[in-house]
């Protein structure tokens, strides 16, 4: 089996490339474009999220990737691009959405997507702040679902919570996601046929999620830890 795997350059996304490419035969593609948003979403603790997942992930030593990359995977060249590969499966792991197109292109693929959050509840960007903001720990989950044109909206195939210890912090719970899409990938490699559910509802769609709500977050989870 051979599984395209859609994602982008950063630390957590080169963890879960490193600890999958021994399971089965993979093929990488790096999405490069940058989201704009007209309110700051950067928070100094992305400061510690890096060193923590540096430290946690590699030991201090951050490993090379082989990939190809593409600003945009819905560009013609990056579809005429995949097109040419040969392949199973394609896993999405922190890219744009893929339009109608693309979709298209690869009607006779399934096409799955890693979603930090309970797309039952919320749907789009940071999905996992969104549900701590709101103070809402029992839908803190990674969800491996089916990719539709309408964002996290696919049958689910598998669903796991995210499970926050005494003393867990705000920089870690990505690093916690991150391995659970491991252990949701290995669950599907294990599968001799694939089921999936329909969503009974339709989550709310969040944006990116704002910097100036951080704090509350923090707050948030500092309460849950003394529960």
Not at 15 to 44: A, D, G, P
Not at 138 to 155: A, F, P, Q, S, W
Not at 211 to 222: L, M, R
Request: glycine content about 4%; aromatic content about 16%.
């Amino acid at each position: 089996m051979t599984n395209l795997i859609l994602t982008t350059d950063t630390l957590h996304h080169k963890f879960f490339i490193k600890s999958i490419s021994s399971l089965s035969k993979i093929f990488v593609i790096f999405e490069t474009k940058k989201s704009n948003f007209k309110y700051k979403t950067k928070h100094r603790y992305k400061k510690k999220e890096f060193m923590f997942e540096k430290n946690f992930f590699f030991n201090g030593k951050i490993p090379t990737i082989k990939a190809k990359k593409f600003k945009d995977l819905n560009y013609k060249k990056s579809i005429n691009f995949i097109k040419k590969k040969n392949f199973d499966n394609i896993f999405c792991f922190g890219v744009g959405k893929l339009n109608s197109n693309f979709l298209k292109s690869f009607k006779n693929k399934r096409i799955l997507n890693f979603h930090g959050g309970n797309p039952l509840f919320y749907r789009g960007l940071d999905s996992i702040l969104w549900s701590i903001y709101n103070n809402d720990f029992k839908n803190l989950y990674t969800c491996l679902h089916y990719v539709e044109e309408r964002l996290d909206t696919g049958n689910i195939v598998f669903k796991k919570k995210i499970i926050l210890k005494k003393g867990t912090q705000i920089h870690e719970i990505r690093a916690i996601n991150t391995i659970n899409t491991i252990e949701l990938y290995k669950k599907f490699l294990k599968l001799k046929k694939i089921k999936s559910k329909k969503q009974k509802r339709l989550g709310k769609y969040y944006s990116a999620f704002p910097s100036s709500k951080i704090n509350k977050c923090i707050k948030n989870i500092d309460n849950y830890g003394t529960k």
